[in-house]
C-alpha cells in the first residue's frame, strides 16, 4: 500500500517536528516540513500530498490566504487540509472552514488528538496516487470515467453504477493486487455492511459483461484481485 503523502506547514520548528512525529508514526504516512507560506505554494503545485495540515499564523503568505489559493485552483480543490490555529484566533478558524478546510486543532494539541483527526482526514479522502486518469484505453477495452461510457471492443457494455465503480477503481489501481477489505471500503464505502463473497458476485457479473476483456481482471487467490494493463 502507498504511504499518504503529508504537508506540514509550521514556521515553529518544534512544533513541526512533533506533528511529523506523530503522523509518521503509524507507518502510513510520510510527511515533508515547509516553513512558508509561499514554500507550501510551491510545494502544493510541484506534487499535491493527501493531507496538510496547515499552522495558520505563518511569516509571508498566511494560512488563511493558503487555504484560500489552494481551493481556488481546480488541481488542489479536493487536497484535504486540517488548520492548526492558536486558542487566541476564533475569527481565523471560522474563516479556515468557511474557505474550505477539513478540520482544525487548536494550539496546545495532544498528539493523539492530531493522530486522531489525521486517520479521519485521511479515511475520508482519496489518496493522490489514486486520483484518477479520466479514461482508460486498452486493446479491447476503453473506459471514460466522465462520460461513464464503457466499451469492449467498439460494443457498449451496460454495467451497474457499483460494477463501474469497482471497475474504475481497479483500473486506477491497475497492475497492483487490491484486497476484498480494500474494495469494501474504497467502492461499497466504509460503513456498508456486505460480505465479501458479495464483492466475489460483483466481480463475476463484472467479468462476463466484459466478455474478452474481462480476464483483465484476475483472481490472485487469498489475496484478493488485480487487473492487467493489455
Ligand atoms: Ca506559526
Redesign the pocket.
Known amino acids: 500500500m502507498p504511504k499518504h503523502r503529508v504537508l506540514i506547514v509550521?514556521?515553529?520548528q518544534d512544533?513541526a517536528g512533533l506533528i511529523k512525529h506523530t503522523v509518521e508514526r503509524g507507518g502510513e504516512a510520510d510527511a515533508e516540513i515547509v516553513a512558508s507560506g509561499d514554500a507550501a505554494l510551491r510545494a502544493v503545485s510541484d506534487r499535491p500530498p493527501d493531507l496538510i495540515i496547515l499552522?495558520?499564523?505563518?511569516?509571508t503568505v498566511s494560512?488563511i490566504e493558503v487555504c484560500r489559493i489552494l481551493r481556488s485552483r481546480a488541481e488542489t480543490r479536493h487536497v484535504p487540509i486540517i488548520m492548526?490555529t492558536a486558542r487566541t484566533t476564533e475569527d481565523d478558524r471560522v474563516q479556515g472552514l468557511d474557505l474550505g478546510a477539513d478540520d482544525y486543532l487548536t494550539k496546545p494539541f495532544s498528539p493523539r488528538e492530531l493522530a486522531a483527526r489525521v486517520r479521519a482526514v485521511l479515511r475520508r479522502a482519496t489518496p493522490a496516487s489514486e486520483r484518477q486518469a479520466a479514461a482508460y484505453r486498452g486493446v479491447n477495452l476503453v473506459a471514460d470515467f466522465d462520460a461513464v461510457a464503457v466499451s469492449v471492443q467498439g460494443q457498449p457494455v451496460r454495467l451497474t453504477r457499483r460494477e463501474f465503480e469497482l471497475l474504475r477503481y481497479l483500473v486506477h489501481n491497475k497492475n497492483r493486487v487490491v484486497s476484498r477489505d480494500r474494495l469494501l471500503e474504497r467502492v461499497w464505502g466504509y460503513d456498508r455492511l456486505v460480505e465479501t463473497r458479495s464483492i466475489d458476485v460483483h466481480v463475476g457479473r463484472l467479468r462476463s459483461k466484459l466478455r474478452d476483456a474481462g480476464r483483465q481482471i484476475e483472481t490472485v487467490i487469498g489475496l484478493g484481485y488485480r487487473f492487467i494493463d493489455a
Open positions: 509550521e514556521d515553529e512544533i499552522d495558520l499564523n505563518l511569516p494560512g492548526v
